[in-house]
């Protein structure tokens, strides 16, 4: 039996990956790996709609991630994320993902669920996701 199947039918533990939103404007955590300032897609918190509700909700998320900017961003992000993921679970058990807009409530939130669920397709991965802010500043 070679060391892949056998690595495989013994089992391995997975690269706990966490990605989680915050807002900048209630602090950059610490704890985190690799951080993205996501300030430059659109902000629903402008459409008065919109603003009450969170990044959770498909009409917040679908504005931020059916734009153009969020499909170029996610597009190019993506596939970054999973290529250092492949890396950092060579010599790591865990990786932190910051993703952050200015209040945690919409865009970061939106964009985290959509790399937790692009993760989550992964086996090599075990993917939590969390929102720090979310409950803050709802409008």
């Known amino acids: 039996m070679d060391a892949e199947r056998l690595e495989k039918e013994v089992g391995s533990e997975s690269l706990k990956v966490y990605i989680f939103s915050f807002g900048f404007k209630h602090g950059v955590p610490v704890d985190a790996n690799l951080l993205f300032d996501i300030r430059f897609l659109p902000n629903p918190y402008w459409q008065e709609h919109l603003r009450p509700k969170s990044g959770l909700e498909l009409d917040v998320s679908g504005f931020v991630i059916d734009s153009d900017e969020g499909k170029e961003f996610l597009r190019l992000l993506k596939p ?60």
């Open 80 to 139: 970054l994320l999973l290529s250092i993921a492949a890396q950092t679970a060579r010599n790591r058990k865990e990786l932190r993902i910051g993703i952050g807009c200015t209040g945690g409530r919409h865009r970061s939130v939106a964009v985290v669920e959509a790399l937790a669920l692009e993760f989550g397709q992964d086996p090599q991965f075990e993917v939590l996701s969390s929102h720090r802010d979310i409950g803050k500043d709802s409008g």
